[in-house]
């Protein structure tokens, strides 16, 4: 069936640096993607979406990057901070057959002080 | 704004009672929510989609009958879990799709524990 899935399950990264987080999936006719951030026992957050015909969007600290040609996903935070840490999801939406939101597989972020 | 709610936050039941989860649109109408179930380290399953004034939708491999969802109201879904069992312990969030719009809002998660 259709996925969304993530490449890394872990990443840690050094308060101030960069992070990276990337997302593969299946469903070609998405009508847009999300990221979600969820802290323990939460519910998930949203940060940032893209439509299918853009390919980048930026936010604060963020940014998301959709290459249709591969099918790939990626958040972009820039200066980590602790408060970051938590577990990204990255979500795809469609409106084929009724409105749905699918979650990948999720990444935990750790970021060290 | 828009802001969504879940009750009770936590609750343990003995297996084979049965649990109702309200999820509920504070200051927004919505006339479709849906249900999602995570367990411990995986990511979050579409259960089901709740349509205001009808029959909700499941996903392939959702009992119906032991997921009971009903949609009463635009501000208003409720999952019942009946019968529960140990299995059924999990995290259940819901979330609320704005009328006439494309935003769909999470609620904080209900954790059921069955014992």
């Known amino acids: 069936g259709e996925s969304v899935g993530l490449h890394l399950p872990t990443l840690s990264v050094q308060e101030g640096d960069n992070s990276i987080i990337n997302c593969a999936y299946s469903?070609?006719?998405?009508?847009?993607f999300i990221w979600y951030k969820q802290e323990s026992g939460k519910g998930p957050q949203f940060i940032i979406d893209i439509r299918s015909n853009m390919d980048k969007r930026q936010g604060q600290r963020v940014t998301v990057l959709l290459n249709k040609t591969v099918k790939h996903l990626s958040l972009q935070i820039a200066a980590t901070q602790p408060g970051d840490s938590a577990v990204y999801f990255c979500a795809e939406t469609s409106y084929t057959g009724g409105f749905k939101t699918i979650f990948g597989a999720g990444t935990r972020l750790f970021v060290k002080a | 704004g828009a802001v969504v709610s879940q009750h009770p936050s936590r609750v343990i039941c003995k297996s084979g009672t049965s649990v109702k989860i309200e999820c509920r649109s504070l200051d927004f109408q919505a006339t479709t929510m849906f249900w999602y179930r995570q367990f411990p380290k995986q990511s979050l399953m579409l259960m089901a989609t709740?349509?205001?004034?009808?029959?909700?939708?499941?996903e392939q491999g959702v009992e119906k009958d032991k997921f009971l969802i009903n949609h009463a109201s635009l501000t208003l879904s409720t999952l019942t879990v009946t019968s529960a069992h140990p299995e059924d312990s999990s995290f259940y969030i819901c979330s609320a799709r704005r009328q006439g719009t494309n935003e769909q809002y999470f609620g904080p998660g209900t954790r059921l524990t069955v014992t």
């Open positions: 709740s349509n205001e004034g009808s029959k909700a939708t499941y």
């Open positions: 469903n070609s006719a998405s009508d847009y």
